[in-house]
């Protein structure tokens, strides 16, 4: 079973994601913030994070980088309400993006793909 990082600092998303990738056989763990989230993803070890961009302290395409350095095979898909984030350079460093939405469909997509990619590579 896949576990999947949530870091979103809207608690309805957080429990809306959590409650729909749940409910498709992941494992969901989520975090509020970009506090000590390479910390984080080191113990609880998940296959895949789902990043939101804009949170109040924390610029997830920052951390973006910060995942990248340190996690480099660990897919993220960025996960945001506006779409102007695709014209920043750091964006690239993802490996999908969403923009938030009530329907998921979307998101599973990314993830089923995401994982799928990510366990071709590991055999």
């Known amino acids: 079973m896949a576990k999947i990082l949530v870091v979103d600092d ?24 970009g ?14 994070v789902i990043l939101d961009i804009k949170m109040v302290d924390y610029n997830g395409l920052d951390l973006l980088q910060d995942i990248r350095a340190k996690f480099f095979d660990l897919p993220v898909i960025l996960s945001t ?16 993006y969403v923009v938030k939405s009530f329907d998921l469909t979307e998101l599973k997509n990314k993830i089923a793909m995401a994982l799928e990619a990510k366990y071709s590579q590991e055999e």
């Open 35 to 48: 506090y000590k989230l390479l910390e984080k993803i080191e113990k609880e070890k998940p296959d895949l």
């Open 81 to 96: 309400a506006y779409d102007t984030f695709k014209e920043d350079i750091k964006s690239i460093a993802a490996d999908y």
């Open 10 to 33: 809207e608690e309805h998303i957080r429990l809306l994601y959590s409650e729909e990738l749940s409910e498709e056989g992941y494992e969901v763990i989520t975090a509020d913030s």
